[in-house]
């Protein structure tokens, strides 16, 4: 089962939808769903402000994209993956992607699941941020709330198009964790809560594990897309 649903926000291949998702209805259920988890610890202040860790991520973006086809998967695949493993509260996210199903993993398919998440996220980014063309992330605004925080980034594009990433943070620990992205309104979790849910009330955990088995192999080996995006 193949969807490109279940993949970040294209940036250089210009894929990126400009549908509206409403923000309220998520950010309530991602809020109750963490919050109920007690996920968050707000015991000593954060060593990095929120807009420090998104101008970090942003930058790793970049450097990606910059390194292009030229560098190759692998190496953008380190570029971006000391980056992004500190930077999303993976925890937090695959509850809210699993929902009610997570009961069904054993404690062994739970910690596969996470590092295969993981492992397909980063390859998903060094995938599709793989070609540089003159395109910037500016951070245009930082909103603090009781419980979260929105930084606002803008990703110009080199054609004067550009995209609006809104990322939401949560502290966990003393330190700041991502754990939604909106691009153009579009929810990273709304992307690929639906498509993960379907598998695993089809084929089981295991039928999940294999998915994202199977798609971190194609980004691996998709070296076709390497050599039509050249930096």
Same mark, same amino acid.
């Given at each position: 089962?193949?969807?490109?649903?279940?993949?970040?926000?294209?940036?250089?291949?210009?894929?990126?939808?400009?549908?509206?998702?409403?923000?309220?209805?998520?950010?309530?259920?991602?809020?109750?769903?963490?919050?109920?988890?007690?996920?968050?610890?707000?015991?000593?202040?954060?060593?990095?402000?929120?807009?420090?860790?998104?101008?970090?991520?942003?930058?790793?973006?970049?450097?990606?994209?910059?390194?292009?086809?030229?560098?190759?998967?692998?190496?953008?695949?380190?570029?971006?993956?000391?980056?992004?493993?500190?930077?999303? &509260?993976?925890? *937090?996210? +695959?509850?809210?992607?699993?929902? %009610?199903?997570?009961? #069904? $993993?054993?404690?062994?398919?739970?910690?596969?699941?996470?590092?295969?998440?993981?492992?397909?996220?980063?390859?998903?980014?060094?995938?599709?941020?793989?070609?540089?063309?003159?395109?910037?992330?500016?951070?245009?605004?930082?909103?603090?709330?009781?419980?979260?925080?929105?930084?606002?980034?803008?990703?110009?594009?080199?054609?004067?198009?550009?995209?609006?990433?809104?990322?939401?943070?949560?502290?966990?620990?003393?330190?700041?964790?991502?754990?939604?992205?909106?691009?153009?309104?579009?929810?990273?979790?709304?992307?690929?809560?639906?498509?993960?849910?379907?598998?695993?009330?089809? &084929?089981?955990? *295991?039928? +999940?594990?294999?998915?994202?088995? %199977?798609?971190?192999? #194609? $980004?691996?080996?998709?070296?076709?897309?390497?050599?039509?995006?050249?930096?």
């Amino acid at each position: 089962m193949e969807n490109d649903t279940a993949r970040p926000p294209s940036t250089s291949r210009h894929r990126i939808q400009s549908v509206l998702f409403p923000l309220g209805p998520l950010l309530f259920l991602l809020l109750t769903s963490v919050s109920a988890r007690g996920a968050l610890s707000r015991a000593e202040p954060p060593t990095a402000s929120p807009t420090a860790v998104i101008r970090t991520l942003d930058r790793s973006l970049l450097a990606s994209m910059k390194a292009g086809s030229r560098a190759g998967f692998r190496a953008r695949y380190h570029i971006l993956e000391s980056v992004i493993r500190r930077t999303i &509260n993976w925890g *937090a996210m +695959l509850h809210l992607l699993i929902g %009610r199903d997570w009961g #069904r $993993f054993s404690p062994q398919q739970r910690h596969r699941l996470r590092q295969l998440f993981i492992h397909y996220t980063i390859a998903n980014y060094a995938h599709e941020f793989s070609g540089y063309r003159g395109q910037q992330f500016h951070i245009v605004k930082h909103r603090h709330y009781p419980a979260y925080d929105l930084v606002i980034a803008r990703f110009n594009e080199e054609n004067q198009r550009h995209h609006t990433f809104v990322y939401l943070l949560q502290e966990v620990h003393s330190a700041w964790r991502v754990v939604n992205i909106f691009v153009d309104g579009v929810s990273n979790i709304a992307l690929l809560k639906s498509q993960f849910q379907f598998i695993v009330k089809k &084929n089981g955990p *295991a039928g +999940l594990l294999d998915y994202l088995t %199977r798609s971190i192999r #194609r $980004f691996e080996t998709r070296t076709g897309s390497d050599r039509n995006h050249t930096s």
